[in-house]
C-alpha cells in the first residue's frame, strides 16, 4: 500500500496518510459556517454583479482555509457545492424559466468530479427536452451564461466544451446519437469528448435529461472489449518508458525541471479509474466514489484502492499549494510543479503518488490488453 512505502520511505506514519482523506470536526464545523453565508448570498443575490462578488469570495475562502490546515477532500466537496448553486443561479439568471424547466444544465471534468478546487476552463453542456426548439433564444441564453461565468473567472474552453458552442447543446435524441457516435465509431477527439462527458453532473433543470443521453453509452459498452480497451488506452497517452517518473524528480542534474501532474498523475489515474467504471457499469461521478464501489465490486484490491485515494488527494493537495503560490489576490490552477521547490517530505510522497500511478497503469494494460492496441 502507499501508505506502507511512505511509512518506509519517509518515516510517515498511516495515520498521517489519513489526514488527506477526512477533515477533523473544527475543520468540518468551519467550512459548515463558511458554506451557510455563502450560499445564503448567492441564494439571495438578484443580479450578476451579487454572484461576481459571491465568486470571487469562494476563492480567497480556499486561500484561508488551507492556511488554516484544512484538508483538501472537505475543502473540494465545499468548493463543488458552492459552485453548484452558483452556476445555477447563473443559469437561472440568464434563461428565461420554460427554458431553465425543459433543459439541464450540467458540468464535467473536475467540475463534475467534484475535484476542482482552484479555477478551470469552462466544461458544461446543455440538454434540451425534445420538443423545445434549439433556437436564437437558447443560444442567446447560452453564450449570456458563458459570458457570465467568464466574469467569475473561469475562461472559455479552449476546445469549445461550452454551452456557447451548437455541439454542447443539444436535445435528448440528437445529444444521445452524438454521444453513441463518439463511442461506435472513435477517434482520438470524440473519445476524449465521451470521456469528459462520462463525467457530467447535472447543476440545473431536470436531471433526468442527462441520464436519458448518459445511461445508452453503458449498454453500448456492455460485453464490447474492444470499445472498452480502445477507450481506456488513452491511460497511455501521455506515458513515459520504465522509469519514467525518475527523470522528473529532482537530482543533482535537473533540479529545477517543471513536471506537469496533469499529464503524468491526475490523467492515467481518473481515465483509468473512468474506464474501470464504464465496464463495471458504475454510475457514480466523482473518482473517489468510482474507487469505492469498485473495490465493494471486487476490481481493486483494498490496498490498490487505498493507494490510488491517497494519490489522488495528495496530488490534489500539491496542486492547489502550487496554484496558491503562483497566484495573487486570486487563486488560479495550475499543473505544473517545481519539484526542487517542494519541501523534503512532499517530494518522497510525490515520488510514492507517482509510483501508485505507474503499478495501476500496468494493471489497466493487463486488464484491457492495451499491448494488443499498441
Known sequence: MMAGRLETETGMTAGA???????TVEELGLLAEH?????????????IVTLQQAALQIHELVAKLHRAGCRVPPIAALVQALNARLFERAWQMSAPPGLVSNSCLFVMGSEGRGEQI????????L??????????????????????????????????????NPQWRQGVEDFSRTVSRWLIMPDAEGLMRLAIFLDAR????????LERVRSPIFELVAGSDAMLGRFAAAIDTFSRSSGWW???????????????????????????????????????????????????????????????????????????????????REPSASN???PDKLATLDRALLEASLGVVKEFRVMLRHRFHLDALS
Open 246 to 328: 525518475n527523470r522528473w524528480l529532482p537530482n543533482a542534474d535537473q533540479g529545477k525541471r517543471t513536471l506537469d501532474i496533469k499529464r503524468l498523475g491526475f490523467f492515467p489515474l481518473v481515465h483509468g479509474i473512468r474506464s474501470l467504471a464504464l465496464e463495471s457499469r458504475v454510475r457514480e461521478v466523482r473518482t473517489v466514489g468510482r474507487i469505492d464501489a469498485l473495490q465493494a465490486a471486487g476490481v481493486l484490491s483494498p490496498a490498490m484502492a487505498r493507494d490510488l485515494v491517497d494519490s489522488l488527494h495528495f496530488l490534489m493537495e500539491i496542486k492547489l499549494k502550487t496554484g496558491l503560490a503562483e497566484s495573487g
Open 202 to 209: 447535472a447543476v440545473c433543470g431536470d436531471p433526468a435529461l
Open 35 to 47: 458554506a451557510r453565508a455563502l450560499m445564503l448570498q448567492v441564494d439571495a443575490a438578484h443580479e
Open 118 to 125: 482552484l479555477k478551470t476552463d469552462q466544461d458544461n453542456g
Open 336 to 338: 505544473n510543479v517545481r
Open 17 to 23: 496518510v489519513d489526514g488527506f482523506a477526512t477533515g
Open 127 to 164: 440538454v434540451l427536452r425534445d420538443g423545445i426548439a434549439n433556437d436564437a433564444s437558447v443560444e442567446e441564453a447560452c453564450h449570456l451564461f458563458a459570458d457570465t461565468v467568464r466574469a467569475f473567472g473561469y475562461p472559455e474552453c479552449a476546445g469549445g466544451i461550452m454551452v456557447s
